[in-house]
């Protein structure tokens, strides 16, 4: 069974500069999270999508953040513009319905500079 | 609010010693509690899982976990460490109602040789 696959693995943008991260969680799963992870730290949630719909975004930063999931399957995670702050680890994960397990993928490490 | 924690923020061990990682969380309805590991360069993997039932749980690699609910506590337990064992640790609490999975800070642990 393919895990949760994110892409890409590493980013290096300048600050300013608009940056995207992919995620294809595993099939049939219908919970998506999107977490951030700093050095160090634990994951902090960003979103939890049920399907298509976004039903915890309190903690995304709305105003240079973005994320969709059209269809239900994958999703994107948008910074724009991106900030010296926002260098850490992105990660993606999914869950059958929201009440079991988490899988995880790899991460996107972005580093801003 | 609704967290994790974890007190130990970096564990030093040798081989063969026995190993107690605690965490402690703050909730007052229902919780699903796991235990995360990511191995230097790997995505986090689940460890072991409690839903319900039996609160002594046992995961992979001879990890156990005890759910205490008075104490609001699922400690990590080991017999024997193995240098491979080191990694970082992550509690984490699904919120039932609230569907929100939220980790802990982490522990990182260190076995030598």
Redesign the interface.
């Known amino acids: 069974e393919a895990g949760v696959v994110q892409s890409p693995r590493y980013k290096i943008i300048e600050k300013k500069q608009p940056v995207a991260f992919w995620c294809n969680p595993i099939s049939g799963h219908n919970t998506l999270y999107w977490y951030l992870q700093n050095l160090g730290q634990g994951p902090e949630l960003l979103i939890r999508y049920e399907n298509e719909e976004a039903v915890d975004d309190s903690q995304l930063p709305k105003d240079r953040f973005s994320a969709e999931r059209l269809k239900g399957v994958d999703s994107t995670l948008k910074i724009q513009p991106a900030e010296l702050g926002d260098s850490a680890v992105y990660l993606c994960a999914s869950s059958f319905d929201g009440t079991t397990e988490a899988f995880f993928g790899q991460g996107t490490r972005l580093t801003v500079v | 609010a609704q967290s994790?924690s974890?007190h130990n923020?970096h564990v030093i061990l040798s081989e063969a010693a026995s190993l107690e990682l605690g965490c402690n969380y703050s909730y007052g309805g229902t919780v699903?509690l796991?235990w995360?590991v990511q191995y230097p360069g790997?995505?986090?993997?689940?460890l072991l899982?409690y839903f319900s039932g039996d609160p002594l749980v046992k995961g992979i690699k001879g990890f156990e976990a005890e759910f205490i609910k008075s104490k609001f506590s699922f400690n990590l337990r080991k017999p024997s460490v193995q240098w491979s064992d080191t990694a970082e640790y992550?509690c984490?609490a699904?919120l039932?109602g609230a569907?929100?999975?939220?980790?802990?800070?982490?522990t990182?642990l260190t076995i030598n040789p």
């Open positions: 994790v974890q923020h699903n796991f995360y790997q995505h986090l993997q689940l899982k992550f984490a699904l039932q569907q929100k999975l939220v980790f802990g800070q982490g990182r």
